[in-house]
């Protein structure tokens, strides 16, 4: 029987799984194991009886890591005799150790030992498996916390949060560990239900996504994307597993795109350009508000294909291939058709397609600009048929390169050479320019020039060229008028400007410079004139007619006259020789003069309609010094008494009166005032105050060219006429750009300048010597003392070859006068009078019968020659600057003229400019 | 030193001035020439290195010199004349007739 129930007992345990076992304490302390199953064998390969004596077999198959704590576990239950549990590791016979789980009851046995009855489990897989499921939770622990987003278990049942991140926990500035257990709401909507909250009316979704603002404790709101479903565990509860992300930054973002696209469809709807934008099929996604009310259509219409119906059928083919090829090369490109306007009108357009990338460089498709371009198109139509129709050559360059642009087919018919062949070069070497030909004008300069062709024909042309800004940059447009056939007229003529020029020049000379008013006072004068290209009009006119008895006077005239060309000069020539008629002809009053002047010009037949001439005339009285003057469409000149500058004739005043020559019968009026010694009056061409126009685009007007003079003065009250003169020029011309009056006389500037300035010289302090020269001998003594007293004052004026100069006039002159005058009388005296101001001059005076300096014949001329005597007044014209006879010959003036006095302090011309009119 | 010297070398006669020929000295000029042994002359030297000046009297004696030389088949040469004087020369056509070095 009790094998019986021994061996169901050991059935029994063979077919259990683990080892079934009973583990014994000894009253001695020792252990064994009385029973275990065969399963005990198969797993230590100890034989059962060995574990029945004694456990140790057992206790060594522990793992080491393992004993202290086993035994532990043992002894504790052997004390509270409480069940035994506990897990260690075995060593299997094959060398590799399994976990068990033994779980034992202890009894106590009569004989005081303690026997545990239990079972060993494998739990080897069961620990892999926790262990693993351990891993995996701190894993999934570790992810949820790295997690940006906020991620929130709540239990649906009682609305607790079973589980929250630490970034969910952020959301709502809380750490996790507070927010555990609270209600969702509490955490999520600081005590209000949401209207999104899932506790709410919409919680019946088993999967929601939306937006909502989470509330912080301090108010503030949180955008969130929330994303929650719920989720059921069989056997547990169900559950809310909601996911909260951070959206500001894609609602900043959102916003900011908002804006962009804002600002984008502003700027592309406010643009006047046709702008369209396609996609990476190329097909058209929209179109700027100026395209839509072009074509008249809705964005609908015009879209993907829809734009082409507006294309010109002749152009539609093109248009789809340019931007076909242009498609797959992924290439910009431009193209140029023709589109239906809203009216029903075909425009030209220039259409520019650039392609669109993304950060990445992927292809986003075409945005692109367009221009209508129709009125340029036919504004080149048009200057092509003005260009082809226009008779001279035109030559359109860059102005800074000088690079042609373009050229008509008369220019490419002048050169000779194809209109392609020009562009591209510089016109420079196609035209020269002849030196000193410029046409003045105001907008619009002028010269003439010549073009050699390939095949050595010279072709002479006249230029006008002006600039204009195109396009932000300068554009030079020169026409060439072909005047070979007009150069051969006149070369053949031989009618040349230069000799027009000195015909003029010599109609005028000679023209006095040191007059002798009497009375110690000697009037100097001062008349330049500078001709525009040598072929201006201006001209001055002096006339000295000091021995008139009964009523000496000094004429002066300053004149311009209209036009720039050669005939101009003619009729400059006319004037002048009508004027000096009158002049000559009659002691008419100035006024008298004038009014025939007039009628004269105007009734002779030389004058056009359009032509006239200004000019400002003055008449002094030797013997009053009353100046009589008038300005007859002419500058004002200015007097210079004691520091001031007065205009004569002042505006409104008599003496202003118009042009001469323009219409016969004209009154003209007169207006005088006595002069007194010091007096300097300039009288000037409107070419000096227009000077400044060409560079600067400014005039000075006579008030303020009166206020410049005036400031000269009040910097040099004691400056000579003539150095004013230099002064007022060299002020004028440097501000203007300009070149005047430099030692070839040239003038850059668009107009003649002339300048008539006179001034009453006292002569109370000039040296002076009274000779009675008894013989040849103290004659030449005389010459010799007073030269050596002159010489060295007249070298530190800076006068040249002084002592040449000034004995050929004293020898000369006082040989003439005591030979030939007083017949070598001793009684008679001889003056001599020397000063310096404007100029240096030298005055000898005798007395006889006097002659005519003009009716001495020119030693030079062959048969005078051999001559033994009669070059006397040959030398003394030759070695002085200026030299005026008076008094029936009996006397003269030599004067030298200085060279041009140093640079002095000058005003800034940009001051008078500005200041305001009195 | 005398204001004007003369030498006689051969065939050729030199007049040297060394002040300003003025009416005086123009004088004094042809007496010194006057006194030369003309009908041999057939090179007149004029040195005029130290003559700063000349007056229309100077000139005119130097022409009364030219007439009687060349009369004798014989040439006038100025020499040293300066700056002032050679262009003088020159504008009077003086050079024309005398050989200005």
């Given amino acids: 029987m009790e094998q019986a129930w021994s061996d169901r007992l050991r059935r029994l345990t063979a077919a259990a799984p683990g080892i079934a076992y009973e583990f014994r304490r000894n009253p001695d302390g020792s252990y064994c194991l009385p029973f275990a199953s065969d399963r005990m064998y198969e797993f230590f390969g100890i034989p059962i009886e060995l574990l029945a004596e004694d456990a140790q077999h057992a206790f060594n198959r522990v793992h080491p890591e393992d004993l202290p704590e086993l035994m532990r576990s043992i002894q504790r239950s052997e004390r509270t005799m409480a069940p035994w549990r506990h897990e260690f590791r075995l060593r299997h016979q094959k060398g590799h150790y399994l976990w068990f789980l033994g779980q034992s009851i202890p009894t106590k046995d009569p004989d005081g030992g303690i026997t545990w009855r239990g079972f060993l489990l494998d739990v080897t897989e069961f620990r892999k498996l926790s262990e693993t499921l351990r891993d995996r939770d701190r894993f999934l622990a570790n992810l949820l916390e790295s997690l940006p987003v906020g991620v929130v278990v709540i239990r649906k049942q009682d609305e607790r949060v079973v589980l929250i991140n630490a970034a969910g926990a952020a959301m709502v500035s809380h750490s996790a560990e507070q927010l555990l257990n609270m209600r969702c709401r509490d955490v999520l909507c600081g005590g209000r239900l949401s209207k999104h909250c899932p506790f709410g009316e919409s919680a019946s979704e088993a999967a929601h996504q939306d937006e909502l603002l989470l509330v912080q404790p301090d108010g503030t709101p949180i955008p969130v994307l929330r994303q929650f479903r719920t989720y059921s565990i069989p056997g547990d509860q169900d559950y809310y597993l909601m996911v909260f992300t951070d959206i500001r930054e894609r609602k900043r973002l959102e916003t900011a795109l908002r804006d962009s696209e804002s600002r984008y469809r502003e700027l592309a709807d406010s643009i006047p350009a046709l702008v369209w934008i396609s996609g990476p099929d190329g097909a058209c996604v929209d179109f700027n508000r100026t395209w839509l009310e072009f074509r008249g259509r809705t964005l609908e219409q015009e879209k993907e294909d829809g734009w082409l119906e507006g294309v010109h059928p002749d152009d539609r083919e093109r248009v789809t291939a340019t931007y076909r090829n242009a498609l797959q090369a992924r290439a910009p490109f431009v193209m140029t058709y023709r589109l239906l306007r809203h009216d029903g009108v075909y425009r030209w357009i220039e259409d520019h397609g650039v392609p669109r990338l993304d950060t990445e460089g992927n292809f986003l498709g075409y945005a692109g600009g367009c221009m209508d371009i129709t009125d340029r198109q036919e504004a080149q139509a048009y200057l092509e048929a003005v260009m082809a129709g226009v008779q001279a050559g035109v030559f359109v360059s860059d102005a800074r390169t000088d690079i042609l642009i373009d050229v008509n087919n008369e ?470 600057d200026f030299l005026d006879w008076f008094d029936a010959g009996r006397a003269f003036r030599a004067a030298f003229r200085r060279p041009a006095a140093p640079a002095i302090p000058v005003p800034d011309p940009m001051e008078i400019m500005t200041f305001p009119v009195k | 030193m005398s204001q004007i010297s003369t030498d006689v070398s051969g065939n050729t006669a030199t007049i040297r001035v060394s002040v300003a020929i003025d009416g005086d000295v123009a004088e004094q000029m042809k007496t010194a020439f006057s006194a030369l042994p003309l009908d041999k002359i057939k090179l007149l030297v004029l040195d005029f290195s130290a003559v700063p000046f000349i007056g229309s009297a100077g000139l005119g004696k130097l022409l009364l010199f030219y007439k009687r030389v060349s009369s004798n088949g014989g040439a006038i040469e100025v020499r040293g004349a300066s700056r002032e004087l050679q262009e003088l020369f020159q504008e009077l056509r003086l050079d024309l007739l005398f050989k200005i070095v």
């Fill in chain 1, 411 to 880: 220019a490419a018919r002048l050169a000779e050479q194809p209109r392609d062949s020009l562009v591209g070069r510089s016109w420079r070497d196609i035209i020269t320019r002849d030196r000193g030909s410029d046409h003045p004008g105001a907008e619009e300069r002028g010269w003439d020039g010549q073009i050699v062709t390939p095949k050595l024909h010279l072709r002479r042309v006249r230029v006008r060229e002006t600039v204009s800004a195109v396009g932000g940059r300068d554009i030079l447009v020169q026409s060439a008028m072909d005047i070979t056939d007009l150069h051969h007229l006149l070369s053949s003529q031989q009618v040349d400007i230069a000799l027009a020029r000195q015909l003029l020049d010599d109609v005028v000379r000679p023209m006095p410079r040191h007059v002798n008013l009497g009375r110690d006072l000697s009037l100097f004068v001062d008349a330049r004139v500078w001709p525009c290209a040598k072929a201006g009009g201006d001209h001055a006119l002096v006339r000295n007619f000091g021995d008139l008895i009964g009523s000496p006077l000094t004429a002066l005239a300053l004149c311009d006259q209209s036009g720039h060309e050669v005939n101009c000069v003619l009729r400059g020539i006319y004037t002048t020789l009508t004027l000096d008629t009158i002049l000559r002809g009659s002691r008419r009053t100035l006024q008298d003069r004038l009014e025939l002047f007039n009628s004269l010009l105007e009734l002779s037949g030389v004058f056009r309609e359009e032509d006239f001439v200004t000019g400002w005339f003055g008449d002094i009285d030797h013997d009053t010094g009353i100046l009589t003057y008038a300005a007859c469409g002419h500058p004002p000149a200015f007097l210079i008494r004691e520091g001031q500058v007065a205009l004569l004739p002042d505006a409104g005043t008599p003496g202003n009166n118009g042009p001469c020559g323009f219409l016969a019968g004209t009154a003209f009026t007169t207006a005088a005032l006595r002069l007194l010694p010091g007096d300097r009056v300039i009288a000037f061409t409107d070419g000096l105050a227009e000077m400044p126009y060409r560079n600067r685009k400014q005039r000075f007007t006579a008030p303020m060219l009166a206020r410049l003079v005036q400031a000269i003065i009040d910097k040099n009250p004691d400056l000579p006429v003539s150095e004013l003169t230099d002064v007022l020029l060299a002020t004028i011309t440097t501000f203007s750009g300009e070149s005047v009056g430099g030692p070839n006389g040239d003038n850059s500037s668009a107009d003649d300048v002339s300048i008539l300035a006179f001034e009453i010289e006292s002569l109370t302090q000039a040296r002076q010597w009274i000779l009675h020269p008894g013989s040849d001998r103290e004659l030449a003594q005389s010459v010799t003392a007073i030269a050596r007293e002159l010489v060295p004052l007249w070298e530190k004026q800076g006068i040249r070859s002084p002592e040449f100069r000034l004995r050929s006039v004293l020898e000369e002159g006082l040989s003439n006068i005591w030979i030939h005058g007083h017949r070598k009388s001793p009684d008679i005296p001889i003056r001599v009078r020397a000063w310096v101001r404007n100029d240096c001059v030298l005055e000898l005076a005798g007395a006889g019968e006097g002659f005519e300096p003009e009716r001495v014949p020119d030693p030079r001329l062959p048969d005078r020659i051999l001559a033994d005597s009669g070059r006397g007044i040959f030398m003394i014209r030759r070695a002085a």
